[in-house]
Nanobody
């Protein structure tokens, strides 16, 4: 059974940084392209970044140059380093397999506010 557990969110001032983690179980983590998504209040869930099984990275235009996605296959864990945070980054952040229909985790709330 696939389990995805996001952590690392919190309240941060504009310009600050956070590092999110996504711990996985029930999958052969190294075989999958993994992704971070976010859902802001009143908006649909949107792709933020993805990382291939070989480490190739892709970012949405809104976070390019500020966020860095990474993975540790030995720990079955994916990360999202978020720098230069803006109020518009406020959302619940989720991880999942890219293009997969795995059950969503609870997400982790990121709030950027002064």
């Amino acid at each position: 059974q696939v389990q995805l557990v996001e952590s690392g969110g919190g309240l941060v001032q504009p310009g600050g940084s956070l590092r999110l983690s996504c711990a996985t179980s029930g999958i052969i983590f190294s075989a999958y392209t993994m992704a971070w998504y976010r859902q802001a209040p009143g908006k649909q869930r949107a792709l933020v970044a993805r990382i291939g099984s070989g480490g190739s990275e892709m970012y949405s235009d809104s976070v390019k140059g500020r966020f860095t996605i990474s993975r540790d296959n030995a720990k079955n864990t994916m990360y999202l380093q978020m720098n230069s945070l803006k109020p518009e980054d406020t959302a619940v952040y989720y991880c999942n397999g890219y293009g997969m229909a795995w059950p969503w985790g609870q997400g982790t709330q990121v709030t950027v506010s002064s």
